[in-house]
């Protein structure tokens, strides 16, 4: 199931899915590190505008969790953490709901050889919605090319 942040009800995948050629140009699974750096940038979401923004329930955990970890850090300024936030938390993407989201994930993360699944969900929701995945980790997007087309910000 896909749950749009801004809308209350949930939908059924299949009746929001375009056909598979049409979606995989038009759809994107965002992870945070791409989600980050839209949000702390000036010009926002703009470059994604044009897209369906999808990802899996985790993202709402850890785009705060760096943004937060970027202020201790003193990387960014508070100020500018909160504006991320606020842009973060205003823009439509979508919870990939997925009962088998997890299992997926696990599996995933044995067939790359990595030890957590965080981001073997990222590279599950690409792989049930047969799209792209946008991330700006080099090794996310090197692992999850073996699995899905995975691009970095510069290949929109």
């Excluded at 809308?7 to 992870?31: E, H």
């Excluded at 989600?35 to 993202?59: C, M």
Aim: charged fraction near 25%; hydrophobic fraction near 45%; charge should be neutral.
């Amino acid at each position: 199931m896909v749950q749009h942040r801004n809308r209350g009800a949930d939908a059924q995948c299949g009746q929001c899915r375009a056909p598979i050629k049409d979606r995989a140009l038009t759809t994107l699974a965002v992870d945070a590190s791409a989600v980050v750096q839209a949000a702390i940038s000036e010009k926002g979401f703009d470059l994604l505008g044009g897209y369906d923004l999808v990802a899996p329930p985790l993202l709402w955990s850890e785009v705060p969790s760096a943004l937060h970890e970027m202020v201790w850090r003193r990387s960014v300024s508070r100020e500018l953490a909160e504006i991320a936030l606020d842009r973060f938390l205003s823009v439509p993407i979508h919870r990939h709901l997925d009962g088998g989201l997890g299992r997926l994930a696990w599996s995933l993360a044995d067939e790359l050889g990595w030890a957590r699944t965080y981001d073997a969900e990222y590279v599950a929701v690409a792989q049930r919605l047969e799209c792209r995945l946008l991330t700006i980790d080099v090794r996310l997007q090197r692992g999850a090319a073996r699995k899905v087309e995975a691009i970095g910000p510069g290949q929109l």
